[in-house]
């Protein structure tokens, strides 16, 4: 059982995808919001598995289904519910706040979400097929299962509407540009909690020119003016920009043609080999894992680690154009915050901007890791897209 201020009340975050729920409780205290526990749902279609951790990483409970069992989200949802009622008993859930992939050209900002709104954002499903369905699920549900609990939606294209029209644009024929067919970015979460850091970790960093890249399983980077959003390598996709963990990132148009018209692959398989099967994965035939490439004596395993690095250090390139200069990098996410190798690769690859690095910083994880004399300055920064989303949800319910 946890100890708690009940008086003060609680936030939950929801993080839906395809068969796991990601979730998250906070005590809201004052201005400060302090984690109380966070855990996960996974494997909801083939042998589902709960787990409830404390913010110190002890388990506080546990359970596995069997193999063959599957568990849906609808009762994955209500499961987390009984779990979380029983370990923080009495507590007052003042709302929660769901990741939500997509909020389309409109919703630049969280949303406290009725049932009449639900329309509106399952229109955007076209938009995020694989994404956007599994992240509304749970509110349609929540709406049942906690009834009078406000539900607010975080988009992860929120942040991202800042950018110019020219930024957001294809060129192709206007009329898709006005039905939507536009950049949107993603992992806006991530990218506005950095940008809430910086001027805590690097205050002069924070008014500048800055690259972030967000560095895990998926992969993005975001060019940064002020604190706002100015570009970014993901598109009208999540596919677009750099190679990711089973991604492929940028591809000419014309491969997918060929690989239609002249292999006879239909749209669902070339989809499968979009998402699932290329990326870090498809290059090194060994894993979508950097840990595991890292460690891998596999020769694609090398020869996927230096595309991943090359095409990062092209996409600085072309975002620093897009700013007119450059201030300085942060690398975030698991493979930016962890993996020292290739952060060092990636600043090696920058030298000619003016990167220099700091290698015994970089060695212990920052937060800056490049020298003193450095011109442009680069940073490591954990990021917290639940805690960005538990904020949102304060402030949306008017706290
Ligand atoms: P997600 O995008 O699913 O939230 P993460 O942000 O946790 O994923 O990033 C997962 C990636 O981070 C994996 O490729 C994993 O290998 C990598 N990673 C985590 N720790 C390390 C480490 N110490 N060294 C290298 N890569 C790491």
Not at 216 to 230: H, I, K, P, Q, Y
Not at 363 to 370: E, F, T, V
Not at 379 to 385: F, G, I, K, L
């Amino acid at each position: 059982m946890i100890e708690a201020s009940l008086e003060r009340g609680m936030v939950a975050v929801a993080n839906a995808g395809s068969s796991s729920l990601k979730f998250s409780l906070y005590e809201v205290a004052g201005d400060e919001l302090r984690l109380v526990l966070r855990g996960l749902a996974e494997g909801l279609d083939t042998s589902p598995h709960f787990v409830a951790k404390a913010p110190d990483g002890l388990v506080l409970r546990e359970h596995t289904w069997g193999e063959g069992q599957k568990l849906g989200h609808d009762a994955a949802l209500h499961h987390t519910i009984a779990a979380v009622r029983e370990l923080v008993p009495g507590a007052t859930l003042r709302g929660v706040g769901h990741r939500v992939v997509h909020g389309g050209p409109d919703y630049s900002q969280p949303m406290v979400v009725t049932p009449e709104d639900m329309p509106k954002l399952e229109a955007l499903s076209p938009l995020a097929p694989l994404h956007q369905p599994n992240n509304l699920a749970p509110i349609r549900l929540a709406f049942e299962a906690l009834p009078g609990i406000p539900q607010v939606a975080c988009f992860d294209t929120a942040f991202h509407r800042s950018t110019s029209e020219l930024a957001q644009m294809y060129a192709i024929p206007w009329h898709f540009f006005e039905e939507g067919v536009r950049r949107y970015g993603f992992h806006g979460l991530s990218y506005e909690y950095i940008a809430s850091r910086l001027p805590q970790v690097a205050p002069e960093l924070a008014r500048g020119k800055v690259i972030a890249m967000h560095l895990g399983n998926g992969a993005s980077l975001c060019a940064m003016e002020g604190g706002r959003s100015v570009a970014s390598t993901m598109g009208f996709s999540a596919l677009e920009g750099l190679p990711m963990g089973t991604r492929s990132g940028a591809i000419d148009p014309g491969v997918l043609l060929y690989l239609m018209q002249q292999r006879g692959m239909s749209a669902k398989e070339v989809e499968r080999m979009l998402y699932r099967d290329s990326g870090l994965l498809g290059i090194s035939g060994v894993s979508s894992d950097m840990r595991a490439l890292l460690a891998s004596d596999a020769p694609r395993a090398a020869l996927a680690i230096d595309l991943y690095v090359y095409r990062i250090a092209r996409e600085v390139g072309s975002l620093a154009a897009a700013l007119g200069g450059l201030d300085g990098v942060v690398f975030t996410a698991g493979i930016g915050e962890h993996s020292a190798q290739v952060r060092e690769r990636v600043l090696r690859a920058l030298a000619w901007m003016g990167f220099e690095l700091d290698a015994a910083a970089n060695a212990s994880g920052g937060p800056r890791i490049s020298t003193a004399a450095s011109r442009c300055s680069a940073w490591t920064v954990p990021t917290d897209e639940e805690l960005m989303i538990a904020r949102h949800t304060v402030r949306a319910l008017g706290g």
